[in-house]
């Protein structure tokens, strides 16, 4: 076999690994497929993800089985309003051995590679700040101490919609920090009834998962996803709408360049999952609401006219 | 294959097909003036009707022809007629310079696709059926010109098929054949005498009596060449020995 017959393999091989982490995930997760997707998408793509949906509807659930699918480290904070931010980074503990006495640092459960924040938005803007280093640039400063995160690490945090009583909306600095933006929706009868079945004949439900994926093979994807090749044209495309975010009346302000680049990272990965090896335009279209719809505000007369984010981004897909 | 290559047999491609498409265009037209020369007699000067004017006239014909249709080559051609090849054409070609396990894995899928697509895809296929079916007709019809006389000219036209002249009229009248019976021919037989005939033959070939009627007698020899000084029977002749000949 040759070099170029490797090249494809290889792919192939990729693909058929995320064909195989979607079907583990569905030993637990029923329906959801787009939610699935565009989380392997951000996972990926190595960003951060913000979900949002009403409880139960099984976001926990959902990162839970992903890490365990694709060999991460997991770890779970529930965000309250009386959360420190030193209880997600950890903190310097007087540690007596014998004759010595010292500091020293005990990590945080942010020190793990699949960080679930359960109700972000329940948390204090400076609670929800102590993640914004961890988020960006995968390291959290203790004191006057940096400590590096392990890789990959990503944060899958979750909202409850803003309505919901005793919730904090997160800065828009923090929002933008998050790749995507996923609403889960409500199942649909045939997938509740599936899910209740599942869920209700065991005294603990515990699927029989398989780790698809190592740690090197998930790096080596997300490699994988950066190199796809994508065309002028699409990539221009996508720069373009978001720069069009910038300039419509019904909206207070527009997507940063961050969007910008998420949007085409996403579009890689999609097409990855698609196993296609070039970035398509559906590619850019599929993702541009998940990508977007975090990153603007409606205006004050937009949201007076009763418009929401995902029509106003609808109308920027041509 | 390095995408540059592929990029460049598409190209080729292009131009193969282009060119398949000129020489057609310059065979039928070729066909068609050779054709019309001989049939319409058309009124052209001596040295346009050599037919190696005419090819070179068509060779001509078949550049400009090949150029035009060249002139406006772009990927997306192939993008139009291969929906398959859509985004990865020019994918591929906004990554020439990548050198990645992805972009090679492109390249190979592009390759792949390109062996089924190829020149294939952009060839007008009712057209170039059209026209071979169109120069197998002219080319018959250039077959069958063959077999008629190509040496025809406008001069023997007019000498078959024009009135006859007011000389030649006359003598035709005055020709008038008369059927005489063996014995006028040959004489009573009652007053033949064998004794007094004296026969000779030869069984060597006379050299006028061979070209004319090697089997004749002397006496139809006579009548012939009395035939013969007629101008009429001259062309009689001549058409005869041509048929003959044929």
């Known amino acids: 076999m040759n070099i170029k017959g490797r090249d494809s393999d290889k792919y192939k091989k990729a693909n058929?690994?995320?064909?195989?982490?979607?079907?583990?995930?569905?030993?637990?997760?029923?329906?959801?497929?787009?939610?699935?997707?565009?989380?392997?998408?951000?996972?990926?793509?190595?960003?951060?993800?913000?979900?949002?949906?009403?409880?139960?509807?099984?976001?926990?659930?959902?990162?839970?089985?992903?890490?365990?699918?694709?060999?991460?480290?997991?770890?779970?904070?529930?965000?309250?309003?009386?959360?420190?931010?030193?209880?997600?980074?950890?903190?310097?503990?007087?540690?007596?051995?014998?004759?010595?006495?010292?500091?020293?640092?005990?990590?945080?459960?942010?020190?793990a590679n699949m960080v679930l924040a359960d109700e972000i938005n329940r948390a204090t803007p400076k609670t929800q700040s102590a993640l914004l280093e961890a988020m960006q640039e995968k390291q959290v400063t203790?004191?006057?101490r940096t400590y590096s995160l392990d890789n990959p690490f990503f944060l899958i945090a979750t909202q409850n919609p803003l309505e919901h009583e005793g919730t904090y909306p997160l800065p828009e600095a923090q929002r933008d920090r998050f790749m995507m933006k996923l609403e889960l929706d409500y199942p649909e009868e045939q997938e509740e009834q599936e899910i209740v079945e599942r869920f209700t004949t065991e005294l603990e439900f515990a699927a029989d998962l398989k780790q698809v994926v190592s740690k090197p093979s998930l790096i080596k994807l997300q490699e994988f996803t950066r190199q796809m090749p994508v065309a002028n044209d699409i990539r221009n495309y996508a720069v373009s709408i978001v720069k069009e975010t910038r300039s419509i009346e019904e909206l207070k302000y527009g997507a940063s360049p961050r969007a910008?680049?998420?949007?085409?990272i996403a579009g890689k990965a999609r097409a990855l999952m698609e196993g296609r090896n070039h970035v398509s335009k559906n590619d850019i279209d599929e993702m541009v609401k998940p990508i977007l719809r975090h990153r603007i505000a409606l205006s004050f007369e937009a949201e007076k006219k009763g418009k929401n984010k995902d029509e106003i981004i609808e109308g920027l897909i041509h | 294959m390095r995408i540059e290559q592929l990029i460049k047999t598409l190209k080729r491609e292009f131009y193969k097909v282009n060119f398949l498409q000129s020489t057609l265009d310059s065979v039928i037209?070729?066909?068609?003036?050779?054709?019309?020369?001989?049939?319409?007699?058309?009124?052209?000067?001596?040295?346009?009707?050599?037919?190696?004017?005419?090819?070179?006239?068509?060779?001509?014909?078949?550049?400009?022809?090949?150029?035009?249709?060249?002139?406006?080559?772009?990927?997306?051609?192939?993008?139009?007629?291969?929906?398959?090849?859509?985004?990865?054409?020019?994918?591929?070609?906004?990554?020439?310079?990548?050198?990645?396990?992805?972009s090679r894995a492109l390249f190979n899928e592009i390759k792949e696709i390109s062996r089924n697509v190829s020149s294939e895809s952009i060839i007008p296929n009712n057209q170039i059926l059209g026209k071979t079916l169109l120069i197998g007709v002219l080319s018959i019809g250039v077959v069958m010109t063959g077999t008629i006389d190509t040496e025809l000219n406008s001069e023997t036209l007019e000498t078959l098929w024009d009135e006859p002249?007011?000389?030649?009229?006359?003598?035709?009248?005055?020709?008038?054949?008369?059927?005489?019976?063996?014995?006028?021919?040959?004489?009573?037989?009652?007053?033949?005498?064998?004794?007094?005939?004296?026969?000779?033959?030869?069984?060597?070939?006379?050299?006028?009596?061979?070209?004319?009627?090697?089997?004749?007698?002397?006496?139809?020899?006579?009548?012939?060449?009395?035939?013969?000084?007629?101008?009429?029977?001259?062309?009689?002749?001549?058409?005869?020995?041509?048929?003959?000949?044929?």
């Open chain 2, 165 to 246: 002249d007011e000389e030649t009229t006359e003598n035709t009248s005055e020709f008038d054949y008369e059927l005489l019976d063996g014995e006028e021919i040959l004489g009573d037989h009652n007053e033949l005498n064998p004794e007094d005939m004296d026969i000779n033959y030869d069984t060597s070939p006379q050299e006028d009596t061979a070209q004319t009627a090697p089997f004749a007698s002397q006496q139809e020899v006579d009548s012939l060449q009395q035939f013969e000084e007629d101008p009429s029977f001259e062309l009689s002749k001549e058409y005869l020995q041509r048929i003959r000949e044929d």
């Open chain 1, 16 to 111: 058929k690994k995320i064909a195989e982490i979607k079907e583990e995930i569905s030993k637990v997760i029923v329906g959801q497929e787009k939610i699935v997707e565009q989380t392997l998408i951000a996972i990926l793509s190595d960003g951060n993800l913000l979900l949002e949906s009403n409880p139960g509807l099984g976001k926990t659930k959902l990162t839970e089985t992903i890490s365990k699918v694709i060999g991460l480290e997991f770890s779970r904070i529930q965000n309250t309003p009386d959360l420190m931010p030193s209880d997600i980074t950890g903190t310097h503990i007087i540690n007596e051995s014998g004759d010595k006495t010292e500091f020293e640092f005990q990590e945080g459960p942010i020190f």
């Open chain 1, 260 to 264: 910008s680049i998420n949007l085409v």
């Open chain 1, 142 to 144: 203790v004191g006057n």
């Open chain 2, 29 to 102: 037209l070729f066909l068609i003036l050779n054709t019309l020369q001989i049939f319409v007699q058309l009124p052209l000067p001596t040295a346009l009707a050599d037919y190696k004017v005419i090819a070179a006239f068509s060779g001509i014909f078949l550049l400009l022809n090949f150029f035009y249709r060249s002139r406006n080559y772009n990927i997306e051609i192939y993008e139009n007629e291969n929906p398959e090849l859509n985004e990865l054409l020019r994918t591929a070609k906004d990554n020439v310079d990548k050198n990645n396990t992805a």
